[in-house]
C-alpha cells in the first residue's frame, strides 16, 4: 500500500517568515495530494490540493509543488502570520483499484512566533 | 453553514458502556467516512460508507460499528468503549470516492 513520510514534525518561524513542509510517497500510482490544517480540537480543514498532471498550484500565501519522479510535494507558506500556527497533515490517494482511500503524512505542528 | 456536522461536541463515557456519535452533512454527498485520531497521530481511517454500501478497513476492531439510515446521516457506535478507544472522532465526507474530502470539527470521546 500507499506510505507517506512527513518533514519536519515541528517547524517555528518568526512571522513574516516563510514556512515550509515536505512529504514523500512511495506508490508512483497516487495521483491526488491535499494539505489539511488542524487547529487545536477542530478537524483538518482542507487548504490546498493537487493532482499529478500538476507541478504547481498557488492559492494567495499558500502553494503546493510536486515532483512527480522524485515522489514528493511540498507545502510552502508565505508571509507567514500567528494564525497560520496549527497542525499540517500532507495526503496521498491512489487513482485506481480498492485503496482509494487517503494516506495521511504523521503531521507538522507549525508554530509562528510574532 | 457547517456543512459536516457532529454531535455532541464532547462525550464523556464508561469502560464497556455503549457510546453512539452523529455525523450529518449538508452537502448531499455520495460517501461519508469515520476516521479515529489519536493524540499528535494523522487520522486513522475506520470506514466509509459509499450510499449504503460499508466498507470497512481491514484492522478495524470489530468493536465499531457504523449505520447510514439515509443520506444526510452516519453513526459511530461503540459497543464496548476501552480505555485504547479515548480519541478525536472525526467524520467526513465527499462527493465521490475519488473527490475532496471535508471533515466535519469532530468528537472527542473521554473513556472512564
Known amino acids: 500500500g500507499e506510505n507517506v513520510e512527513q518533514h519536519p514534525s515541528t517547524l517555528s518561524v518568526q512571522e513574516g517568515d516563510s514556512a515550509v513542509i515536505k512529504c514523500t510517497y512511495s506508490?508512483?500510482?497516487?495521483?491526488?495530494f491535499p494539505w489539511y490544517k488542524q487547529e487545536l480540537g477542530k478537524g483538518p480543514q482542507l487548504i490546498i490540493d493537487?493532482?499529478?498532471?500538476?507541478g504547481e498550484k498557488k492559492d494567495q500565501r499558500i502553494a503546493v509543488t510536486l515532483n512527480k519522479t522524485a515522489k514528493h510535494f511540498s507545502l510552502h507558506i508565505t508571509e507567514t502570520q500567528p494564525e497560520d500556527s496549527a497542525v499540517y497533515f500532507c495526503?496521498?490517494?491512489?487513482?485506481?483499484?480498492?485503496?482509494?482511500?487517503?494516506?495521511f503524512g504523521s503531521g507538522t505542528q507549525l508554530t509562528v512566533l510574532p | 453553514d457547517a456543512m459536516v456536522i457532529q454531535n455532541p461536541r464532547y462525550q464523556v463515557t464508561q469502560f464497556g458502556k455503549p457510546v453512539t456519535l452523529s455525523c450529518s452533512q449538508t452537502?448531499?454527498?455520495?460517501?461519508m467516512y469515520w476516521y479515529q485520531q489519536k493524540s499528535s497521530q494523522a487520522p486513522k481511517l475506520l470506514f466509509h460508507?459509499?450510499?449504503?454500501?460499508?466498507?470497512n478497513e481491514a484492522d478495524t476492531p470489530d468493536n465499531f460499528q457504523s449505520r447510514r439510515p439515509n443520506t444526510s446521516f452516519c453513526f459511530l457506535d461503540i459497543r464496548s468503549p476501552g480505555l485504547g478507544d479515548a480519541a478525536m472522532y472525526l467524520c467526513?465526507?465527499?462527493?465521490?470516492?475519488?473527490?475532496?474530502?471535508?471533515f466535519g470539527p469532530g468528537t472527542r470521546l473521554l473513556v472512564l
Open positions: 467526513a465526507t465527499s462527493r465521490e470516492r475519488l473527490e475532496t474530502q471535508y
Open positions: 495526503a496521498a490517494r491512489l487513482s485506481s483499484g480498492s485503496a482509494r482511500q487517503l494516506t
Open positions: 506508490d508512483s500510482a497516487s495521483n491526488y
Open positions: 452537502l448531499n454527498h455520495n460517501v
Open positions: 493537487i493532482r499529478s498532471n500538476v
Open positions: 460508507y459509499y450510499d449504503k454500501d460499508f466498507n
